[in-house]
Structure formats: structure tokens, C-alpha cells
């Protein structure tokens, strides 16, 4: 966003390995932080506590993230036998309780270790008075309701310069400046960060001497 916006918030870019945290104030950039865990930090702590292959584990980690049983084992227009077994191989698997148990443990513990390595990420912005009070998540680890859950009701953030406790919800288009949903369908919350990266390149390239050919092209992606 440029400064002609007055858009402040907390984006938390969960990844795979990393969460990326930038800090946004009146529409500038205060600056960007980054620690070491990911979504794929909860899907080997459920794997290690449960005994499941990774690849169970994460489909029972994005199963409880809100993606549906037919998103995750449906490759084909007509389901196959090894897909059905994959559904009820998951869908047995949330029905044993103490199985069960241990994954939302898994989830819990690691959300803590989150939190803490979001306090100090946080902690790291001298130059910001007080800290913008709306978290937006993207990523495709910002589905995880239990994640989300803590940062809204939890006291993380206490001892940090929030005026107040900060709100908290998934990243949509409408929350960036410049993006424009032009399509009947609504824009993912784990495929936002790739579009505000294209629209970050098409606003560098604008002021640049590169090809109307290539701003075309990332243009084009945009309204794709």
C-alpha cells in the first residue's frame, strides 16, 4: 500500500515454514519480521504424537482447518476406491477420542510455542508508539481455527503496545488497498499473499524503464 492509504493492520503470512509478520501503519510499511514455524511444524508435532505418516497428518490438519474431506482426497470427477478410503481413514481417525486427544494437544502446544515466537517478532518494533489493533492472517496455515482461537481470546498481547486487544480475522480482498476481486468468486485467504505481491510488482515495474509487455502480463495475472 502506498502512503496515500490509511490502511493499518498486523499481516501474519503463515506459510509452510515460516510465519512473515509486516507491520503496516497509516499505509506505510514499519517494517517486516519472520520466525521459524509454519503450518508444517502442526503437522509434524500431529504426526509425532499420533504415529500417523506425514501426509495423513496433514490432511487431519487442514480437515480441522475447515478444507472439506472431498478438497482433500477428491482427484477425479467420479471418486475412486483408494480416495474413499483416504475420507474414512480421516474421518476415523476424529472420531477416536483418544486419538483425537492427542491431536488437539499436538495443535495446542505448538499454537503456544507460536504465539510466543509471534510476542518476540512483535516485540522487535521499537520505532512503532502503539501497534496496529487488527491481525489480518493469510497463508495456508491461517485456516487453523484452534490458531486463530488464540490469538483473539488468549493474553499474548499484553505486554505489547496495543491500545487495546487486537482483532482477528482471516485476510480477504477487500482488506488490501489496490486489489480488486473482479470474478463471482471469492479470493482465498491462502492465495491473497500471491496477489498482493503482484500487485506490489506492478506498482515497482510502473516506475521503471521494463517492458510494457511484462506489466501487461502481471496485470493480466491480476484479473485472472
Known amino acids: 500500500p502506498s502512503r496515500k492509504s490509511n490502511f493499518s493492520a498486523i499481516v501474519m ?3 509452510g515454514g515460516t510465519t512473515d509478520i509486516a507491520v503496516v501503519d497509516d499505509g506505510g510499511v514499519e517494517g517486516t519480521k519472520m520466525f521459524g514455524i509454519g503450518g508444517r511444524s502442526f503437522t509434524h508435532q500431529i504426526a509425532t504424537r499420533t504415529g500417523l505418516d506425514y501426509d495423513t497428518a496433514e490432511a487431519v490438519k487442514l480437515q480441522l482447518g475447515g478444507v472439506s474431506l472431498d478438497q482433500l482426497t477428491l482427484k477425479h470427477k467420479e471418486e475412486t476406491v483408494a480416495e474413499a478410503e483416504k475420507k474414512n481413514e480421516i474421518q476415523q481417525i476424529l472420531a477416536t477420542p483418544e486419538r483425537a486427544k492427542k491431536i488437539n494437544t499436538a495443535i495446542s502446544d505448538n499454537v503456544e510455542v507460536w504465539l510466543g515466537g509471534v510476542a518476540v517478532a512483535l516485540e522487535d518494533f ?4 502503539a ?3 487488527r491481525i489480518l492472517l493469510c497463508g495456508g496455515g491461517a485456516g487453523l481455527a484452534s490458531l486463530q482461537e488464540a490469538l483473539a481470546t488468549s493474553d499474548w498481547y499484553t505486554d505489547l503496545p496495543f491500545s487495546r486487544r487486537p482483532l482477528v480475522h482471516l485476510l480477504d480482498d477487500v482488506d488490501i488497498p489496490g486489489i480488486e476481486n473482479a470474478t463471482t468468486e471469492d479470493l482465498d485467504y491462502s492465495f491473497i499473499t500471491a496477489f498482493g ?3 506490489v510488482a506492478i506498482d515497482t515495474l510502473a516506475g521503471t524503464d521494463e517492458p510494457a509487455g511484462l506489466r501487461a502480463k502481471l496485470a493480466k495475472l491480476l484479473q485472472n
Open 197 to 199: 505481491l503482484l500487485r
Open 13 to 15: 503470512d503463515i506459510g
Open 131 to 133: 501497534l496496529p489493533t
Open 126 to 129: 521499537p520505532l512503532v508508539e
